[in-house]
C-alpha cells in the first residue's frame, strides 16, 4: 500500500492550520449570544464568505477522492456532476428559490416545510435529515481515520479522537459561523494546496495534447471509442458506448435534474450557509458566487485523475496500487499523486488540505444536524415554551451528541461495512423524491400537507421497489438490487453499471412523488389559504426589487452569465 | 459579525507562504526536487504565490478594518 512520509515541516505547516481553525473558533465565542448567532450566524454573513462555504460545504473529502477516482474511471464525462448537474441548480437555487428561504424568515429547510405544508411533513423531513447527518458526518470520520491508517500508518482510535475533538471544539465555541469561516480557509487550502499538483502533474503527462492521446490508449484498451475520457458528450447517445454506462436521457434527467437539484435545492447543509447571508441579495448571490469556482473544478479534481488513468497505462500499470480485484484501486488516486507531485514542505499543505476537507464535511452534517434538531425536533416536540438561551444551550450539547453518535457510527463502519451501505441506500430512497415536494410545493398552491407528505413516502417507496426490480450487471442479487424481483420469481431488469440504474432509481422516486402528490393534492382540502401562503408560494410573493443594484449584483443577470459559461465548457469538451 | 475572516486567512497564509519560500532556498537543487516534482523547486515557486495571496487578504483586511461598516470586498 501508499505510505507518505510526512516531515516535520509537513506536520508543523499541519498544526499550524489547526491552530487557526481552533482560534476562530474561540474568537467567535463572545458573538454568541443568542440560538439565532448559533444557528444561523445571526444571518449577518457577507456574500463572499457565504458563497465560498456553500461550495466548500460540499467539497468534502469524499467528493475530492471520489471525483478524482470518477475521473480515472470515466474521464471527462465526470464533468457532468458540475455542468450539467450542480450549476444549473444552483442557478436555479439562486433565482427562484432562495427567495423563500430567506424571505419566509424559516430556520431550516424542514421549518419552511412546516409553513408550506404541514407538521408532519416537517417531522418527516427533519427526522430523516437529522439521522442522515449524524451518520454521513461517522462516515467522513471513517474515511479520514481509514486514510490516516493506511497512508502514514496513525492508529484509527487516535485519528478519531482527533478530529471529534477538532471539530467538537470549535463548533461547540463558534457555532454556524465558526463552520462557515473554516470552509472558507479550507476553500483556499484545498485550491491552493492543489493547483501545484495539477501543474507539475500536467506537466509531467506533457500537456493537453498528450494527455488525450495518452487516454485514446485507455479507452481502446476498455473497448471504447478512442475519444472516451476526452470528449464528454459524443459517447453519450447509448448507454453502451461509454464506462458510465448512462445515456443523455437518464444522464440530462437523472442527475442534471432530479438528482442535482435535489441536492442542490433542498439539502439543508448547503442551503444553510446561504441562510446565514446578511440579506436577501446576499443570499441570492450565494449559490452565484458558489458556481463561478463550482465551474472550474474539474481541472481541480477530476483532472488529477485522468492525469492518473494515462500515466498508470503508460508506465505499464504500475503508477496507481492495484486493489483486491485486479483493477485499479481508484480511490488511492489523489494520495498516490499527493505523494509523488509534492515535495516535503508542500506536501504538508497538501495534506492538510485534504485533512481539512474531511473535517469540513464532517462540521457542515454537525451544524446542519445541531440546528434541526434543535429547532425542528426539540423546540416543535420535546420542549416548545423555553428561552432563547435555553435553545442556544440545547445547541451546544445537541454539537456533543451529534458528534458522539458519529464516532459511533464511524466504529459502526469499520465493524460492518454493509450496514453503512445499506443505510447509504436507505438514505438514497428518501433523498430522491425530495426536489418533486419543493418544485410543487414552491409553484403551486394547489399542493396540500396530505398531497406533499403522502407523496414524499411514496417516492421513496417508488425508489425501493424500482431498486428491487432492477440490477447491475455481474452484481449479487442484495444491496446492489433485485431483490424484489428474486421474491416474485420474475426478471430483474439489467443495467450496465451501477450508475445507470442509480439514475432511473431517481428518476422513478421523482415521478412517483410528482404524481402522486398532484393526485391526493387535488382529492383532499387545502390546508392553508392564499394568505398563508404569501412568502412561500411563487405566484402568491412580490418579486424581490433588484433594479437599484448594479448588474453583477442581480440574480438573473448573474444567473445567465454563468449558465452561458457552462454552455460554453460543454461545447469545449463536446 | 465585526470579525473580519479576511484576517486569518492573509496571516495564514503569509505564514505558509514564508515557510515554503525559506525553505525552498535552504533545500535550492535538492534531491527531494529531482524525487518529486520533476527538478522544480516548487517550494519556492508556490511559496511565494502564497505568500502574495496572503499579504494580498492582509491588505485588504487591513484597508477595510478602516472605514465604519466597510464595504463588501471583492470576491477574491
Not at chain 1, 467538537?168 to 479550507?186: D, P, R
Amino acid at each position: 500500500m501508499q505510505h507518505i512520509q510526512l516531515g516535520n515541516i509537513d506536520y508543523a505547516i499541519l498544526i499550524i492550520y489547526f491552530v487557526f481553525v481552533l482560534s476562530i473558533g474561540w474568537i467567535l465565542k463572545r458573538y454568541m449570544k443568542g440560538s439565532t448567532d448559533f444557528f444561523l450566524s445571526g444571518r449577518s454573513i457577507p456574500a463572499w464568505v457565504t458563497g465560498l462555504a456553500f461550495i466548500s460545504a460540499n467539497l468534502g473529502a469524499q467528493e475530492v477522492i471520489g471525483m478524482a477516482a470518477d475521473g480515472a474511471k470515466y474521464g471527462i464525462m465526470t464533468s457532468h456532476f458540475y455542468w450539467v448537474g450542480a450549476i444549473p441548480a444552483m442557478v436555479f437555487l439562486a433565482i427562484f428559490m432562495m427567495p423563500f428561504y430567506y424571505g419566509s424568515k424559516a430556520r431550516s429547510v424542514p421549518e419552511y416545510l412546516k409553513l408550506r405544508f404541514d407538521e408532519k411533513t416537517r417531522g418527516l423531513n427533519a427526522i430523516s435529515f437529522a439521522v442522515m447527518t449524524v451518520f454521513s458526518s461517522g462516515v467522513s470520520m471513517y474515511a479520514l481515520a481509514r486514510l490516516l491508517e493506511v497512508l502514514l500508518h496513525w492508529n484509527y482510535n487516535f485519528s478519531i479522537a482527533i478530529s471529534a475533538i477538532i471539530v467538537l471544539v470549535y463548533i461547540f465555541l463558534g457555532g454556524l459561523t465558526s463552520a462557515i469561516y473554516n470552509e472558507v480557509l479550507q476553500f483556499f487550502m484545498i485550491v491552493l494546496g492543489f493547483s501545484p499538483l495539477v501543474i507539475l502533474a500536467m506537466k509531467d503527462v506533457g500537456g493537453w495534447h498528450a494527455l488525450v492521446q495518452k487516454l485514446s490508449v485507455v479507452a481502446t484498451d476498455q473497448h471504447f471509442a478512442p475519444g472516451t475520457w476526452t470528449e464528454s458528450w459524443k459517447h453519450m447517445g447509448s448507454y453502451a458506448q461509454n464506462p458510465m454506462g448512462a445515456d443523455w436521457f437518464s444522464m440530462v434527467a437523472g442527475l442534471g435534474f432530479v438528482l442535482s437539484f435535489g441536492y442542490w435545492c433542498t439539502d439543508f447543509l448547503v442551503v444553510q450557509r446561504a441562510m446565514a447571508a446578511d440579506s436577501m441579495s446576499s443570499a441570492r448571490r450565494t449559490p452565484l458566487i458558489a458556481a463561478i469556482p463550482k465551474m472550474l473544478f474539474p481541472a481541480l479534481v477530476i483532472l488529477p485523475g485522468m492525469i492518473a488513468i494515462a500515466l498508470h497505462y503508460s508506465s505499464g500499470k504500475t503508477f496507481l496500487p492495484i486493489g483486491a480485484d485486479g483493477t485499479p484501486d481508484y480511490n488511492m488516486t489523489i494520495p498516490v499523486m499527493l505523494a509523488k507531485y509534492l515535495p516535503t514542505g508542500l506536501l504538508g499543505v497538501g495534506f492538510t488540505a485534504l485533512m481539512a476537507s474531511f473535517m469540513s464535511g464532517m462540521a457542515g452534517n454537525v451544524t446542519a444536524f445541531n440546528t434541526v434538531w434543535t429547532y425542528d425536533i426539540y423546540q416543535s416536540y420535546i420542549a416548545p415554551t423555553k428561552s432563547d438561551k435555553h435553545y442556544l444551550w440545547m445547541g451546544r450539547w445537541a454539537t456533543v451528541f451529534g458528534i458522539l453518535i458519529s464516532i459511533g457510527c464511524a466504529y459502526l463502519a469499520r465493524q460492518f461495512n454493509s450496514i453503512m451501505d445499506m443505510l447509504q441506500l436507505v438514505f438514497s430512497f428518501v433523498n430522491a423524491p425530495l426536489f418533486a415536494t419543493f418544485l410543487l410545493g414552491m409553484f403551486w398552491r394547489r399542493a396540500t400537507g396530505h398531497g406533499a407528505f403522502w407523496g414524499l413516502l411514496g417516492g421513496t417507496a417508488g425508489a425501493a421497489v424500482f431498486h428491487g426490480m432492477s440490477m447491475t450487471h455481474g452484481q449479487p442479487v442484495g444491496i446492489k438490487g433485485g431483490w424484489l424481483a428474486q421474491m416474485l420469481g420474475s426478471h430483474a431488469l439489467t443495467y450496465n453499471s451501477e450508475m445507470g440504474q442509480t439514475l432511473w432509481i431517481a428518476i422513478v422516486a421523482w415521478t412517483s412523488c410528482f404524481v402522486l402528490t398532484i393526485l391526493i393534492s387535488l382529492v383532499t382540502e387545502r390546508n392553508k389559504t392564499d394568505e398563508q401562503l404569501k412568502g412561500l408560494v411563487y405566484s402568491l410573493t412580490p418579486k424581490p426589487e433588484t433594479a437599484h443594484e448594479p448588474w453583477y449584483k442581480r440574480p438573473v443577470t448573474v444567473g445567465i452569465i454563468v449558465l452561458a459559461c457552462t454552455v460554453l465548457l460543454n461545447i469545449i469538451f463536446w | 459579525m465585526n470579525f473580519d475572516l479576511r484576517l486569518p486567512i492573509g496571516i495564514m497564509f503569509s505564514l505558509f507562504g514564508a515557510i515554503l519560500t525559506i525553505f525552498g532556498l535552504a533545500t535550492n537543487g535538492g534531491q527531494i526536487y529531482k524525487d518529486h516534482s520533476l527538478g522544480i523547486n516548487i517550494n519556492l515557486g508556490w511559496g511565494i504565490v502564497l505568500l502574495v495571496f496572503g499579504l494580498f487578504m492582509l491588505t485588504l483586511a487591513l484597508r477595510g478594518g478602516k472605514k465604519k461598516p466597510g464595504p463588501p470586498p471583492p470576491k477574491p
